[in-house]
Structure formats: structure tokens, C-alpha cells
């Protein structure tokens, strides 16, 4: 059983007091609640993203500065003299040679001055010769082997410039990652022809540096390239693959929620690369949780109050209830003359007792109250059945009449009446709604006979519907309103020319169409479209008989089906009325 059923059959008043007020406990407390996430949330997500964003400002600029630095050291070697004269030489020979111990002296004040640099080296690549320096032996640093692939693996620093940057571990057997610099030795006098390489290996400890000054314990850091690839991160784990969110690192900076962490990240001045931070959610609002918990531990003890004060304030209310109550159950089985004594009862608990007396007094005049109108309603049924007798008496007297007409030779009066017999006996239908088709063509014909004999047989009607089809039932007096408008609206105004009437139809899919369509004056398209448009609704304008067979199609149809006005090719009016060929109804 339901809480609802439980309300309805079986909880006492003191239970749904009781119930009411756990409800406006739990939507204070929960309302608290919530509104203190909310805003201790906001609060705290607004401070941290100001509080990354500055730190990662910070950053950013520490790391623009120091790439700015190695950008300047390796610029300064390509323009050295010595370095420039040894790449110039196009063949090897003993100058080239005495060159390189210059070159060589300028690589190793270059390692003093850059004390992170753990190689430097210059490629002459006309010869294919190079001049390597060192803290580290070329054998431990693998120089030989490593360098090409390194450089093809190396990035381009900014969207300006040929410096490339490499952050591998290719250098050191996957031993500890480090910085590569490759910088393009051009020409001083033709700043287009490349004439060396210069390569600058250093050691990159600053992203650790910087992940030292974070306050987030499981925070992580990264450096990515512009296209969200990790190229360097502090436990190197995440180095080589692409950030899942990688695709919302656009612009200058920026912040947003990704899978319950808060990412945060700057781009490294112009250069091609971002630093991304990242912090989880639980560690963020753990403060959250410890306010949440109290609350809740607040609103059971508040329930638990009250629940213990509404127990015994709902004894001292409910006596007068209760007692009224016991006369109620009185009344429940049989006994209509109770009624209770308010000597002992407060002024509210009057007012209710009273209420309850007056209420029994009520019913008796109720109950003869009841009695009348149920002798009302039988006789009004029974006036309803008597009123049906009228039009059997009608169309019985008019068939006496044909006879009489007939037997004194009279066959226009005869035909006339018996039409209209026929006519009115279609028309009540024995109560029913729905008739066949051929019924209704047969309704359809009288009328034209009465017509007919009345102005002068002014109007012909052709029946061009096939034999399958004349047992398919539709409402009655669907097509008689029709000839009824295309008579006094389209053939009898013009005087002296004999109209045609013709009823047609077919089949489409699931519809079946009846067609009904006169030869006369026709009307305007304005008139036309006007009619189409609110054939459903009731419109002086439209008439109430074509309204009227619209409406009852549509209610036994459904939408779509129904009238539908156009001008035929005589310049007449044509009704195509839309029925079900499947589903058709019964008799109503």
C-alpha cells in the first residue's frame, strides 16, 4: 500500500500532523542544505579558479621568461663569428679545421655561461660535419643516433620563427627527460640560405618547480603543445598522449569542469605550448561535506523534537475531533438522529459541532429533496419516449394520403407525398446515425422528386457509383444538404437552364472520396477558400447544414477527414467529402 492510500484509508490525524511537519522539516533543512552547497560551491570555485589563474599567471611568465633566455642564448651562438664562418665552409680542409677549435672554445663558454646545458653542437650540413660539447661523454648521450629523430619529433616554439622545441627523453636511454633546442644557422649577409643546425640539450627541472608552488596536494600540472599533447608533467607518466579535453584548450586561458576536476590553463606567452591544471572536485569542497553532515545531524534531532511535542499537543487538540468522530461513525450506520452536545467544548470546536447539527437537519430535507427529482427524472424520460411516437405518426399519415391519392387518380400528389414519406422515414432511421449509402441516395432522390414536381424538374441527378459500394455506411443526411445549397444557390437562379447533379466516387489508399458536384453558376474563389478555412467552426456565412455534416464527419472520422470546396471544369461547385475506407462505423 501506497503513502497516498495510507493517507486516505488508514493514517490518523495525528499521523498526518506528524507526517506534515517531517515534510516542512526536510524542506527547511534540505533547502539549507542545498542552498549552502550552492553558494559554498560557487564561493569556493570562483576562489580557486582566481587563485590557479594567478599561480598559472605566474607560471606561465617564469616559463616565458626563461624560453625567452634560451631563445637568446642559442641566437646569440648562430650570429657568433666563429660559428658563422665554420658553416659557410663548403668542403672540409685544414681551415675549416683550425675553425672548429674556435668553434668549439665558443661551445664550451656557451656551457659555462648556461650551467643546465648538458650538450651544445653545430652542424655545417654542406660538409655533413658537426662540433659537439659536452658535460656528458657523445657516447652516453647517444648524439649520433638520436639527433635526427629527436629533431623530426621536435615542435615548432612559435607560429613566427624557426626554433623548434623537443621535451624527450630520447637523449638519456628513457632515463629522465630534458629540453632540446634546434635552431637554424642562416647566413648573416642572405638570411634565407640555411647553412647549419645548432642543437642546445638542457635540463628542464622548471615544471617540477613550479608544481612545487601549488597548494593542492593531488593537483597535477601539465605542458602541453598548442594541440593538447602532454610534453612534459611531473611524474612523466602522461608525457606523449593527448589530453581528453585537449579540444577546449583554445585561446590565451581559460577554466572549466572535466570529469569531476577543475582544469584551469594559460598559454606560455606566444610560444606553441599551454600549462594545464588540474584539481579534483572532492578535494576542492571537502569543507562541503563537514557542513552537510551537521545539517543532517541537525534536522534529525530536530524531527525527533519535533515528532515528541506533536504526539502530545495533538491529544489536547484532538479530543474534540475525536468526539466528533464517534457521532459520525453513529451516523455511518443508520442512526440520522444523532447529534452532539457543545456545553463542554472551546468556540472552535463549537463552530465544528454545530456545523455537523445543522448538517443532519439538512439531509432529512435532502432525502425529499432526492425523491422529487427522481420522480422529475422518470417523468421526463417517459415524456422522451412518448415524443418519438410524433414522426412515426407523421410519415404513417402521409403514406394513408398516397393510398388516398392513388385510388382518386391523383399520381402527382401521390408520387409528391410518398416521396416525402419516404423522406422522413429515411430521415428518423429508426434511431439510428449511420446508414448504408444506398439509403442515403434513396434520401437524396426524394428530395429531388419533391423538388422537382415543385419547380418544374429544373435539376437532373446522376448516380455514378458502383454496386460494391452501395452498402458502405456513412452518416445520414450527408449528401441532401449538399443538393440542397447547389440547388438555391447554383442552379435555380438561372432561369430557363436545367441543372445536372452528379455523385461520384473513389478509392485512395485507406480513404474512400464521395463526390458531389452541379453544373451551375458556381462562386468565387475567395468564397471558396473562405469556406475550406473555417468549414470547422460554426460560421453564419458557411450555413449550419454544412457545418453540421463536417462536424459529425470529423467526430466519426477523425481529423483530415471531411468537406472540402473546389470549381469543376463546368464552372460549377465540387464537394469532396473524405471518409475511412477501414474502421468504419456503426450504428450510433
Not at 539549507?32 to 590557479?52: C, D, G, R
Not at 633566455?69 to 663569428?81: C, I, R
Not at 637554424?184 to 642572405?190: E, L, R
Not at 432561369?495 to 453544373?519: F, P, Q, T
Request: glycine letters at 6%.
Amino acid at each position: 500500500m501506497g503513502i497516498k492510500e495510507k493517507w486516505e484509508k488508514s493514517w490518523t490525524y495525528l499521523k498526518k500532523i506528524q507526517f506534515f511537519l517531517i515534510v516542512i522539516i526536510l524542506t527547511v533543512t534540505l533547502s539549507a542544505i542545498i542552498v549552502s552547497i550552492v553558494s559554498s560551491v560557487s564561493f569556493l570555485t570562483k576562489q580557486n579558479e582566481q587563485y590557479v589563474s594567478e599561480q598559472l599567471s605566474a607560471m606561465t611568465s617564469e616559463y616565458d621568461t626563461i624560453l625567452e633566455q634560451y631563445k637568446a642564448v642559442a641566437f646569440t651562438l648562430v650570429m657568433d663569428k666563429h660559428i658563422q664562418k665554420y658553416c659557410s665552409f663548403s668542403e672540409a680542409n685544414q681551415n675549416m679545421n683550425e675553425e672548429a677549435g674556435n668553434v668549439y672554445m665558443t661551445l664550451l663558454n656557451a656551457l659555462y655561461m648556461q650551467n643546465n646545458a648538458n650538450f651544445i653542437a653545430v652542424f655545417n650540413k654542406k660538409v655533413g660535419s658537426y662540433i659537439y660539447n659536452g658535460d656528458m661523454s657523445i657516447m652516453d648521450s647517444r648524439f649520433d643516433e638520436v639527433w635526427e629523430e629527436d629533431y623530426e619529433q621536435s615542435l615548432k616554439g612559435k607560429e613566427k620563427g624557426a626554433l623548434r622545441l623537443s621535451f624527450a627523453d630520447n637523449y638519456y636511454r628513457n632515463v629522465k627527460y630534458s629540453l632540446t633546442l634546434y635552431f637554424p644557422i642562416y647566413s648573416v649577409t642572405n638570411m634565407v640560405m640555411e647553412k647549419g643546425l645548432l642543437v642546445i640539450n638542457l635540463e628542464d627541472s622548471l615544471l617540477e618547480h613550479l608544481n612545487n608552488r601549488t597548494r593542492y596536494n593531488l593537483s597535477s600540472l601539465y605542458l602541453t603543445d598548442i594541440q593538447g599533447t602532454v610534453v612534459s608533467n611531473t611524474d612523466r607518466v602522461e608525457v606523449g598522449k593527448t589530453l581528453a579535453f585537449a579540444n577546449r584548450l583554445n585561446g590565451k586561458d581559460g577554466s572549466f569542469w572535466y570529469g569531476g576536476r577543475l582544469v584551469n590553463y594559460q598559454r606560455i606567452g606566444d610560444w606553441n605550448y599551454y600549462l594545464v591544471h588540474e584539481v579534483p572536485m572532492k578535494y576542492l569542497y571537502q569543507n562541503c561535506y563537514r557542513i552537510v553532515v551537521l545539517l543532517l545531524v541537525v534536522m534529525l534531532l530536530v524531527i525527533g523534537i519535533s515528532l515528541s511535542a506533536s504526539g502530545r499537543m495533538a491529544k489536547v487538540l484532538l479530543k474534540p475531533m475525536n468526539k466528533l468522530i464517534s457521532k459520525m461513525n453513529d451516523v455511518s450506520s443508520g442512526n440520522l438522529r444523532t447529534r452532539i452536545n457543545t456545553e463542554d467544548m472551546d468556540s472552535d470546536s463549537r463552530k465544528l459541532a454545530d456545523g455537523f447539527n445543522t448538517m443532519m437537519e439538512e439531509i432529512d430535507v435532502l432525502m425529499k429533496q432526492v425523491a422529487e427529482e427522481q420522480q422529475q427524472i422518470a417523468q421526463m424520460k417517459f415524456n422522451g419516449l412518448q415524443s418519438q411516437i410524433q414522426p412515426h405518426f407523421l410519415y404513417n399519415t402521409l403514406e394513408c394520403i398516397h393510398w388516398q391519392a392513388l385510388s382518386d387518380g391523383s399520381e402527382e400528389i401521390s408520387t409528391m407525398v410518398k416521396a416525402m414519406a419516404q423522406y422522413y422515414r429515411i430521415c428518423l432511421s429508426e434511431g439510428k446515425d449511420i446508414i448504408s449509402l444506398d439509403k442515403e441516395l434513396e434520401h437524396v432522390r426524394n428530395y429531388l422528386i419533391i423538388q422537382n414536381m415543385r419547380y418544374g424538374n429544373i435539376i437532373e441527378l446522376d448516380i455514378r457509383i458502383p454496386e460494391e459500394y452501395m452498402e458502405i455506411r456513412i452518416p445520414k443526411i450527408t449528401l441532401q444538404p449538399l443538393v440542397e445549397n447547389f440547388l438555391y444557390h447554383g442552379i435555380r437562379v438561372e432561369e430557363g437552364r436545367k441543372g445536372r447533379v452528379s455523385i461520384d466516387i473513389r478509392e485512395e489508399g485507406e480513404d474512400l472520396y464521395l463526390i458531389v458536384e452541379d453544373n451551375g453558376q458556381g462562386m468565387e474563389s475567395e468564397k471558396v477558400d473562405y469556406i475550406n478555412l473555417h468549414i470547422s467552426e460554426f460560421d453564419r456565412q458557411i450555413g449550419y447544414g454544412i457545418n453540421n455534416v463536417n462536424k459529425r464527419i470529423e467526430f466519426l472520422y477523425g481529423p483530415g477527414c471531411g468537406l472540402h470546396y473546389s470549381l469543376n471544369e463546368e464552372g460549377g461547385v465540387k464537394v469532396t467529402i473524405r471518409l475511412k475506407k477501414e474502421g468504419r462505423p456503426e450504428d450510433v
